[in-house]
Each structure stands twice: as C-alpha cells, then as structure tokens.
C-alpha cells in the first residue's frame, strides 16, 4: 500500500489515521504540531517514543524538500531557491524583503499545463501536482534558512494553483494555522490565468485571500494568441467571474497585466482595458514581461511602462507598477527550473 501524505492531513484526518492504528488523540495532536513546524522526518519528533516513530515510518511520507540551489540578489535582498522534491522534481519559489515584511512566491505544481506563450514554467508541460505540505514546506524552508518569519505569500510561482484546486484549498487551511505559520489569509494572494470553474469554487470556501487575475490582454483578440486559456473561458466569462466574485466576497480583485512590447500597450489598448474594468472593485498591477528565451517578446522600457501606468490612472483604473526584484537573478518563476533541466 502506498504510504500516506501525513504532512498535507489535518489534525482532525490525523486523529481518525491514529485512531485506527490505536494510538491516542494527543499523540495525533503531537504529531500535527511536528508537522506545522515544518519537520522533514518523524525522527524530529523528539517528545514520540523511538518505536512509534519507527513504526510511523511504515504508513506515512513526510513529503520535505531540500534546497538545491541558492541564489541571492546583490541589488535587494531577494533569494531565490530552486528546491529538490522528494520524487527528483523541481519547482522554485523566491523570497522578497518588502517593507511590510517578508513574502514568500511559491509554486503550485511542477510545470503547468496552460502553455502562456510568454512563461517558462509551462515550456514543459505539467509533470504533477504539489502536495499541500510540499507548499507549505517552501515557505517553512525559506523562514528556517535566512531565520525570519514570513508575513505575506503569493501564489505566482511554478503552475496554476485552480487546476491544483483540492491541494491548494488544503494549503490554505493548513497554511493560516495558529499551530504552525499562523499566515492570515488575508495576507495570502492566489494567482490565476482564469480557470473559471475554479473562481466559482474557490468562491464558495468565503477565503479572504487576494485573487489575482492574469488578464495580460484586454481583447480576446490578443488574449487568444498569449494564453490558450482563453479559448476556454475567453475575457467576457473571465470579467463576469470576476464580478460574481467580487459580489458574492466584498474583495477587490488584482488584475496582473505583463506589459509586452508592441503586443499589449498600445493607447488603444489602454483604452479598450480602461472600458471593460470601470466600475469594478480592482487594482491593475503592470509587470514589465520577462524576456523568456523561447519566445521573442520583449519588455518595454521604463518610460514606456510608466506611460501606460499613467494612461490607465486617466482613465479611473487604479493602476501600479509592480516593483522589479530581484532583477539579477532570473527572479521570474520558472526560469531556474528551465535552466536547470536545459543542464541536465
Ligand atoms: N498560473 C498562475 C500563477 C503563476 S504565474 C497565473 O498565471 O496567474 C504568476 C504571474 O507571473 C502571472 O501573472 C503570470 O502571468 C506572470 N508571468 C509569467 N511569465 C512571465 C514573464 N515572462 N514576464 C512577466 N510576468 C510573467
Ligand atoms: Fe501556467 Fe501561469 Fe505560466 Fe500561464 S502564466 S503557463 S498559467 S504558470
């Protein structure tokens, strides 16, 4: 039989496990406060008798993750891992020192399947999901080794956190537990390139969480050509998820829009953009795009960026620029793991 994934249950599923394995409430209660911690083996569970530790071993993984690569910005104090998982995969995850604190970027699965022409985690394909705990442990893992605590996440790493929804919705729960990170989750941001099924779902847990939206386009003509997703759900489904959500949660949503030159940032796509977000409870926040070397977009300059900026504020959209970091150390998601298995 397959071991069991003890570091993604709940305290509740944990009791049940124990309960069938005879073994007392406190000791299930134990376990889960190791496990909240961030432990990468039942070894560290010093206050559990050796023999039941041993025995723990049989049924259960504890799915950790090791640093495999370190890369720290000497422009501002970003670090970015490239983490090893316990199957021999990769993802990556980036820490940011913000004023507020510290946030911490992670990644929802290994690869993506949605194919954005301008991203390299999609380049591969998908290879799996991430485990609740394999998300948990980037943040634990970045908090232990430059001894901090994290206060903010975003979920703009590796992969679609809506097409990992069951793991991501575990993440959540575990994620704001007073037990271990205690991260509220209002000071969680859950990015998507607009799996609409998975707006209405995620709707319906009342998470305070940030949606973040990755509109990039505003017609479906442009859209098309960037994101496959949107033939899928193309821009109108998407603004109307987008307003059922904000209806039905009181929430601003955040529209992430990756500046490409030449394909995005034109006056009469601000224009067109300006039109079909009035009214609406949001925030635009513009990316300079990456250069990604697969694909030959490239990213406007400064002053460029700025004109859209301003265009956008005209036009009543409450719009900023998100601030580079990072910026010597390929801090773009995806772009370490492509490096990385280009070596290979
Ligand atoms: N899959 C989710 C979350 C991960 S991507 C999503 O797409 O929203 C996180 C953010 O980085 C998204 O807004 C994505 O569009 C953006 N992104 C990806 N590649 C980029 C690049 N080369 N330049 C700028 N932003 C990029
Ligand atoms: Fe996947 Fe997001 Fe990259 Fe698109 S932008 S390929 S959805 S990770």
Redesign the pocket.
């Known amino acids: 039989m397959p071991k069991k994934d003890i570091g993604s249950m709940t305290l509740k599923e944990i009791e049940n496990e124990f309960s069938s394995l005879g073994q007392p409430k406190y000791r299930a209660k134990q376990v889960y406060q190791w496990l909240r911690k961030g432990v990468s083996s039942f070894d560290e569970m010093s206050n559990l008798p050796k023999t039941l530790r041993e025995s723990l071993c049989n049924f259960f993984d504890i799915r950790s993750i090791k640093i495999k690569k370190r890369l720290e910005s000497r422009v501002d104090d970003t670090v970015k891992y490239l983490y090893e998982l316990y199957d021999g995969e990769y993802v990556e995850s980036v820490l940011m020192k913000y004023h507020h604190g510290y946030t911490v970027c992670i990644s929802s699965q290994v690869g993506?399947r949605?194919g954005?022409s301008?991203?390299?985690s999609g380049l591969y394909g998908l290879t799996r999901n991430l485990t609740a705990y394999e998300m948990l442990a980037q943040i634990h893992t970045a908090a232990k080794d430059n001894n901090i605590r994290v206060s903010n996440v975003v979920?703009?790493?590796m992969?679609?956190?809506l097409d990992n929804f069951e793991n991501t919705v575990r993440f959540l729960q575990l994620v704001s537990d007073g037990e271990g990170l205690g991260i509220g989750l209002r000071h969680i941001s859950v990015?998507?390139?607009g799996v609409v099924p998975g707006i209405y779902k995620l709707m319906e847990y009342g998470f305070p969480v940030t949606l973040?939206i990755?509109l990039?386009a505003p017609t479906d003509e442009i859209r098309d050509k960037m994101m496959k997703i949107n033939k899928a759900y193309n821009t109108e489904t998407l603004l109307k998820a987008c307003r059922d959500y904000i209806a039905k949660t009181g929430r601003r949503i955040s529209f992430?829009y990756?500046l490409i030159d030449g394909v995005n940032n034109s006056t009469e796509c601000a224009d067109i953009l300006a039109h079909r977000l009035k009214g609406m409870l949001c925030h635009l926040n513009l990316?300079p795009?990456?250069p990604?070397r697969e694909n030959d977009y490239s990213r406007p300059d400064d002053k460029e960026v700025k004109r859209f900026c301003d265009m956008m504020n005209q036009r009543g959209i409450n719009t900023t620029i998100r601030r580079t970091l990072g910026a010597d150390i390929d801090a773009?998601?995806g772009q370490l793991r492509k490096q990385h298995l280009n070596q290979q």
């Open positions: 993506c949605m954005c301008f991203c390299a979920m703009m790493g992969g679609e956190p990015s998507t390139s973040s990755s990039h992430e990756a990316i795009a990456n990604v773009s998601c």
